[in-house]
């Protein structure tokens, strides 16, 4: 039984270590698509709506400081 569990493909911690990081990455990947989709919706439905509210405007600033 030893002898099977040393010649399983994810015996070595790199292995283990190569696992975690695809598992994450990709678990990463799909979070980062959600996000992605329901900021689309959001902006989008926002600009579909027959009525406009001046409080729902972006506006980015952009500061800058100089020394």
């Known amino acids: ?13 790199q292995q283990h270590s190569k696992m975690r990081v695809t598992i994450t990455g990709m678990l990463q990947g799909i979070l980062c698509l959600l996000y992605e989709l329901l900021i689309y919706i959001d902006v989008y439905t926002d600009k579909l709506s027959p009525t406009t509210d001046i409080d729902n405007i972006l506006f980015t600033v952009i500061h800058s400081r100089r020394k």
């Open 1 to 13: 039984m030893r002898s099977m569990k040393e010649s399983s493909p994810f015996s070595s911690p």
